[in-house]
């Protein structure tokens, strides 16, 4: 998926105010990280970590985790 994508994605996209990633990752305040990481992806050309949360939020949205969480000790 291109910048460009990704950005069109997440421009009209209602977004939660948490978000669970995977088994391990939980990402809260999902409207500012999803700004701060476009706003890193188009000031900087080699932002590959950007992409890549962007690319988890937007994969989470799409098929919210749903299994076990981790044990606690």
């Given amino acids: 998926m291109t910048n460009e994508e990704l950005i069109t994605y997440f421009e009209n996209k209602e977004l939660p105010e948490i978000l ?15 700004k701060r990481n ?3 992806m188009l000031s900087n050309t080699d932002a590959g970590r950007a992409k890549h949360r962007l690319t988890q939020a937007m994969n989470a949205l ?6 076990p969480e ?3 000790l």
């Fill in 38 to 40: 476009i706003e890193m």
């Fill in 70 to 72: 981790i044990p606690k």
């Fill in 20 to 34: 669970r990633l995977d088994r391990a990752s939980t990402q809260y305040e999902v409207t500012d990280s999803v």
């Fill in 62 to 67: 799409e098929a919210p985790y749903g299994g």
